[in-house]
């Protein structure tokens, strides 16, 4: 073994660029490209501007909560009850307001403490009590929607006030008025992630918990922080989506958590920890939108959609095993 | 000599950014005890890894007794008689010994259209394989986690055998075993050695190669160094060959003022395994704590360190009572723990080692609650020069450094947290004698400026040759207390061991280390 001595330098930016070409998010940026470009040359109403905006709108629910799922997945952990999460604070959401006569804003606020208690139960039980986060959150699957339709009764919630469809459905600047929600949420998720000492830990704990702990980061504190986080984006995301369709069912969001989990995934983050960014995730949301939305414009049925994104996400890991084994963090 | 049963020519192997062999031969004969020798990172386990399919070479000619071979699997190699029992044994804790010994060659019988596993059959032929092996308290039934480390070993072994295995390589086969174990492993591999198969023995414990092998050859950095008879040689000549140089003094103790106490501990009780330990450390002191393994002494660093905190008693740093109910806790108050289990405990191994480094203090490299990445970097070179880290780069993955080198990132980091108490766990376990020498002269020059370091060991020379001062306990209790002037080896062994020990029909249990001396 040649040893050279090692230098602080950060790397070169040949270095650089090389890494971003065969990083994860590069492959994915490269495969959305293309699919835009293919989509586009085959489907003119794809191609629109309005299209494209109208896209982002629709994908704010589910890039908002697969925003703390990427933190999650990264630790090791998984959160199946966001999509419950999502309806049981829609339903709190309309009950406390048409029901126990809340003013509209208090109704939006304790929805949302509903909802951010609802992840920190997951997170004290998983850190607390040590049950697995899969077993915890299959739980509280059905336990939270269990409660959303017993709350809810099989009715809906209707006829809010004018102002309350201002997020859900109408612009801020020409731009959905959801979107710039999603697009601050994930610049700051991405900072804290990629730039904090929080962000590192995540990645510490999901590589090696034990170490983590050993070297005095507080581990159990900061899962239940992002389980806590989980539940109150679900929540917000819940809110966005009554404030778009303009009601309340108790079946909202139901398998939410799985277009969620399949869009951190195809971003890049290993399913079983270690490593992700918010960047993939974001990027692995909006393909998963354009594919749906462009393969439905030219004309592919709704099926093969599904059969076409499966598709793409095998791909997608795949090529993310075969980086990992480059960059020797998986071990031969 | 015959035609070798195998000889490995030129063989060089390049992974990204390391040779990590360069024009490297070998040759064994048939009823051979081959040692393979080298510090950490030499390229032992690259070599072994060749030879039993896992890598293929770069370059270079593998011959089996003169034929040329060539393997693209490890299946390929076991096909040609070669079996590996590596460091981490790899069998089935759900399944029988019999199971085990058969995996993936049971023998069947045929009822009507299906082809059935011949369970007697192979109960019947387990049995035979272990009698082979003068092993005749094993019963092919039992459930492998039942099983002792050493009796999982055998279980692999007679698994190599029923593979009608020529060559068998061993790594690092005896560091978990105890003495006893360590006995009838050897009575084993003579057993074997007198049938004809040769074996590769990779060992860090130089005075197993002088009491087992034939004939050794020692690695360095890639290169092959020689190939000696092990009677024509001393250990001496072994560890220059290996390090490249002499090392005058593994325990490079040097005279250090005593300070006051740091660290006081009263009475502290952590059920199960801490019951009642008082002791001082004092600034610029090394008090080595000796102890069988299972007495209780990584569980009092660890509670100690705050990792399970006391359910009673005192600890006073500075003289004033402080709470430690987490190890960030402990860090506040100038406490540091290097752990025993470096893999585990130590580091992220898939992490950089920039990451690493920088993982116990990160919180103070910031600038508005943001990494500060250059400064990051900036401690991380320093810890590489400090410590002589051999790594290309601070953002080299921790995974991709050597045993030895592994440790100093742990070190490294924990020395960044600029404590005033240091606790070691086993400091040196399982790194090579180079690598060794430089973590004893590091921990000389820190008690020197001061640093009260309380060292966990399991091997006495270690214990002896660093510490000031030496607390053995057993049993979760601090039993017996020697100044650096009065102990001796027999007087701290007799105290890990004495009256409370059982005298169980397998001898009394020994810290392995002891036979070193």
Known sequence: MTVIEASSQALSLNQRIRALVFSQEGVLLLITIVAVAALSALSEPFRSVENFLNQGRLLTEIGLVALPMTYIIITGGIDLSVGSIFGLTAVILGYTWQNLGFPLELAIITSLIVATIAGFINGWFIVRVGVPPLIMTLATLALYRGLAEGIAQARSARGYPDWFYQLGQRDLLGVPTQLWILIVAAIIAAIILARTPFGRSLYAIGNNETAARFSGIPVGRNKMLIYAFSGLMAGLAGYIFVSRVSTTRSDMGTGLELDVIAAVVLGGTSIFGGTGSVPGTIIGVILIQLLKNGLSLTGVTGDSTIVVIGTVLILSILVNNFIQRRSGRMSS | ?517
């Open chain 2, 1 to 517: 000599m015959g035609t070798p049963i195998l000889e490995l020519q030129n063989i060089s192997k390049q992974f990204p950014g390391v040779k990590a062999l360069d024009d490297v031969h070998f040759e064994m004969q048939a009823g051979e005890v081959h040692a393979l020798l080298g510090e950490n990172g030499a390229g032992k386990s690259t070599l072994i890894k060749i030879i039993s399919g896992v890598y293929k070479p770069d370059t270079g000619v593998i011959k089996l007794e003169g034929q040329p071979v060539q393997f693209n699997n490890p299946h390929e190699a076991q096909a040609h008689g070669i079996a590996t029992i590596y460091q981490e044994l790899s069998l089935y804790p759900e399944l029988t010994v019999a199971e085990n010994i058969f995996m993936g060659h049971s023998p069947h019988r045929r009822i009507g259209p299906f082809n059935v596993v011949d369970w007697r059959k192979m109960f019947e032929q387990a049995r035979e394989i272990l009698d082979s092996l003068n092993i005749h308290d094993l019963d092919v039934r039992r459930k492998l986690s039942t099983l002792s480390v050493g009796n999982r070993q055998r279980v692999e072994i007679a698994k190599a055998l029923s593979q009608n295995a020529r060559i068998l390589i061993m790594d690092e086969p005896t560091a978990a075993l105890t003495e006893a174990d360590v006995v009838r492993l050897f009575d084993i591999v003579r057993l074997l050695r007198e049938r004809g198969v040769g074996i590769i023995y990779i060992s860090h414990r130089l005075h197993e190669v002088f009491e087992l092998a034939d004939r050794v050859t020692v690695l360095r950095d890639g290169q092959y160094v020689d190939t000696k008879l092990v009677k024509d040689t001393t250990e001496d000549d072994l560890v220059s060959m290996m390090v490249g140089r002499t090392i005058d003094n593994l325990f490079p103790k040097l005279e250090a003022e005593i300070g006051k106490p740091v660290l006081e501990v009263r009475n502290l009780e952590r059920k199960p395994m801490t019951r009642g330990v008082s002791f001082t450390l004092r600034a610029g002191e090394i008090v080595g704590v000796a102890g069988l393994v299972g007495s209780g002494r990584s569980e009092l660093a660890q509670t100690i360190f705050g990792i399970t905190p006391p359910d009673s008693g005192e600890i006073l740093v500075d003289g004033q009572p402080v709470t430690i109910n987490s190890p960030a806790a402990a860090m506040n108050h100038g406490i540091a723990y290097v752990p025993e289990d470096r893999g585990t405990q130590g580091l992220v191994r898939q992490m950089r080692l920039r990451e690493n480094i920088s993982m116990a203090i990160l919180r103070t490299l910031t600038q508005q609650g943001f990494i500060n990445r250059k400064a990051e970097a900036e401690l991380a070179a320093r810890s590489i020069k400090q410590l002589n880290i051999r790594a290309y780069s601070v953002d080299q993955v921790a995974n991709k450094l050597s045993g030895g080198n592994q440790q100093k990132v742990v070190v490294g980091k924990w020395l960044a947290s600029q404590p005033r108490i240091l606790i070691m766990d086993e400091p040196t376990r399982g790194i090579d004698v180079g690598a060794k020498a430089e973590i004893h002269r590091l921990m000389s020059e820190l008690a020197q400026q001061g640093l009260a370091i309380l060292m966990i060991s399991s091997e006495l020379p270690e214990i002896l040759g660093m510490s000031d001062r030496i607390l053995v306990m057993r049993e979760g209790k601090i039993v017996a207390e020697f100044d650096r002037s009065e102990a001796t080896q027999e007087r701290i062994a007799a105290a890990m061991m004495s009256a409370a020990a059982p005298n169980n029909a397998n001898g009394v249990p020994q810290p392995a280390a002891m036979q070193e001396a």
